[in-house]
């Protein structure tokens, strides 16, 4: 049985039910110990053998990966219609555990040097399969005591643009929010930088506090837009204006944006773009550099030079600019950033 809502369903079956039943419904999915319907004894005997098919899961299917440090796990999960995802569980610093989560199957950006960006797009997920990605996490590491118990992170980095699903990725944050102690500030949503959704989101009173990352790239039009179809001539212009905005309306949090940098060797990682870089985060201001290595996907780029990299990173760092340097996890079942692809989804 799939049902594109569970809550939905609940409403069409109950619709004079009081909204804190629907929230009583709705947690219950998120309370340890609960694994089905009929373990719900917050609903009445009735409500429970109405609601019994409802999946506890909307992923018909499951396949999990685990890495060889076994501080990573992906999951390859196949969906109602036969389409499959990938999500990924990663060990933090802390020892807990951050989830990357797909929000579309496929992705229509293309970019280059991206596993994902090269199946296409097939569709947006719905809140159910956004959040079941995060819920099937929980109920593994439920099931495996020998590992850290506590998710304290979700980034929107899996498959797909999550403001091309926009609604459906504000959803399922607000339920996140709503009903785990995950707060704003430990979720990230990455974003390729579509300056009218970010716009949208500005403008959205409810869109909730979480953190944002914008997939950079270079501060050099030209290169950016080689390696990432997406962008156009006055993209940084555009991007900088919106950051003025995002800076003025947030001015009484501390907030910075944080820019996502893959390192890809002699494309965008020379002194010249260590130079544009550091240009462009000045006229930003409030901005932390996330540099990625690459990981491999084809045979278009390479990652670079170790020296290189190192270049690169001590010129920023020297220039005032906050810098970071990504950890690679879970290369070795192609779950590490931009490796994530399934096969049989490609058109
Ligand atoms: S990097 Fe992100 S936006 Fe670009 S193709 Fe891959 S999934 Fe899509």
């Not at 609940?10 to 009929?38: C, D, M």
């Not at 373990?39 to 685990?66: C, G, V």
């Not at 501080?71 to 999960?77: C, G, N, Q, S």
């Not at 159910?128 to 819920?135: K, L, M, P, T, W």
Request: aromatic letters at 10%.
């Amino acid at each position: 049985m799939f049902v594109e809502s569970r809550l939905k369903f609940y409403k069409e079956h109950y619709p004079e039910s009081p909204s804190y039943r629907l929230e009583q419904f709705e947690r219950a999915f998120f309370t340890p110990g609960i694994r089905s319907v009929e373990a719900m004894t917050t609903l009445s005997k009735t409500e429970r053998e109405t609601l019994k098919d409802l999946p506890w899961l909307t992923f018909p299917e499951t396949l999990i990966l685990t890495s060889k440090k076994q501080d990573t796990f992906k999951a390859i999960v196949t969906l109602h219609d036969d389409k499959k995802i990938e999500t990924v569980l990663m060990q933090n610093r802390r020892g807990h555990w951050t989830v990357c989560v797909s929000s579309q199957v496929g992705c229509a950006m293309a970019c280059t040097f991206c596993a994902t960006g090269t199946m296409g797009f097939t569709r947006n997920l719905t809140v159910d399969e956004i959040v079941d990605q995060y819920r099937l996490w929980v109920m593994y590491l439920e099931d495996r005591p020998e590992l850290a118990p506590r998710i304290t992170n979700i980034v929107f980095m899996g498959m797909g643009e999550p403001l091309a699903n926009y609604q459906n990725v504000k959803t399922t944050i607000e339920t996140i929010l709503r009903y785990t102690e995950i707060g704003p500030t430990r979720i990230t949503v990455s974003t390729v930088g579509l300056i009218p959704m970010l716009t949208k989101l500005l403008d959205d009173e409810t869109w909730p506090p979480v953190r944002l990352a914008v997939s950079l790239h270079s501060a050099d039009p030209t290169t950016r837009s080689a390696i990432m179809p997406s962008s156009y001539a006055n993209f940084l212009e555009k991007l900088l204006e919106w950051t003025e905005k995002y800076f003025a309306k947030f001015a009484t949090r501390r907030r910075h944006i944080t820019f996502e940098y893959v390192m890809l060797s002699k494309v965008n990682d020379t002194s010249a773009h260590a130079k544009a870089l550091i240009q462009f985060a000045r006229r930003v201001g409030k901005v932390r550099i996330n540099l990625i290595p690459y990981n491999f996907t084809g045979d278009i780029y390479r990652d670079s030079l170790p020296e290189d990299f190192a270049h690169f990173e001590n010129e920023l760092r020297e220039a005032g600019v906050l810098v970071t340097r990504r950890k690679t996890m879970g290369d070795d079942i192609a779950a590490a950033c931009g490796q994530l692809v399934v096969e049989n989804n490609k058109q």
